[in-house]
T-cell receptor
Framework: AQSVAQPEDQVNVAEGNPLTVKCTYS??????LFWYVQYPNRGLQFLLK????DNLVKGSYGFEAEFNKSQTSFHLKKPSALVSDSALYFC?????????????WGLGTSLAVNP | KAGVTQTPRYLIKTRGQQVTLSCSPI?????VSWYQQTPGQGLQFLFE???????NKGNFPGRFSGRQFSNSRSEMNVSTLELGDSALYLC??????????????FGPGTRLLVL
């Protein structure tokens, strides 16, 4: 069965330090991969996606993510965290093939950046 | 370009009542998807509409229904509300939907509280 795992419910980092939010997936074939962020009482905002090509994808607000096919991972990273990055982060995957190509969502990782 | 709008933003209902939520997609987007978000379950896919037809459906009871109009605006209805229906309901739009690696854009959500 297709699935997405965000193994950490919460990540805490100090402002100015690098941050990583992890995502692994189980999808047959080559997936489309997405990261979204949700601020309190808001909808989800698109950060970045991997479609094809360079495994390192750059997105909004200084975030980037690296697609690793062998490890079936798509970890979100930022070199220097800001307090304003504190939010809920979701990873999502869609299979390229097959008839049922819904987005499969992780349960989210709460990021807390401490001043 | 205006984003995805959802109305109302907040709702309080009692058990047994029914509720209708509305979503206006980004202009030109023809695919609208609905999600239920709860703290414990993350984002759960309800259904997707494209060109006034339900194209995909999640694992929700028949109390949850939706429709899409010719202008791509969509509504979802929940009948005979239960306490467990309390959640944030999110609408997302995209140009053509799940067939590609395109991005879904989310509205701010409707927060439903069932008492």
């Amino acid at each position: 069965a297709q699935s997405v795992a965000q193994p950490e419910d919460q990540v805490n980092v100090a402002e100015g330090n690098p941050l990583t939010v992890k995502c692994t997936y189980s999808v047959s074939g080559n997936p489309y991969l997405f990261w979204y962020v949700q601020y309190p009482n808001r909808g989800l905002q698109f950060l970045l996606k991997y479609i094809t090509g360079d495994n390192l994808v750059k997105g909004s607000y200084g975030f980037e993510a690296e697609f690793n096919k062998s490890q079936t991972s798509f970890h979100l990273k930022k070199p220097s965290a800001l307090v304003s990055d504190s939010a809920l982060y979701f990873c999502a995957v869609r299979d390229r093939a097959g008839n049922n190509r819904k987005l499969i969502w992780g349960l989210g990782t709460s990021l807390a950046v401490n001043p | 370009k205006a984003g995805v709008t959802q109305t109302p933003r907040y709702l309080i209902k009692t058990r047994g009542q029914q509720v209708t939520l509305s979503c206006s997609p980004i202009s030109g987007h023809r695919s609208v998807s609905w999600y239920q978000q709860t703290p414990g379950q993350g984002l759960q896919f309800l259904f997707e509409y494209f060109s006034e037809t339900q194209r995909n459906k999640g694992n929700f009871p028949g109390r949850f229904s939706g429709r899409q109009f010719s202008n791509s605006r969509s509504e979802m209805n929940v009948s005979t509300l239960e306490l467990g229906d309390s959640a944030l309901y999110l609408c997302a739009s995209s140009l053509v939907g799940q067939a590609t690696g395109e991005t879904q854009y989310f509205g701010p959500g409707t927060r439903l509280l069932v008492l």
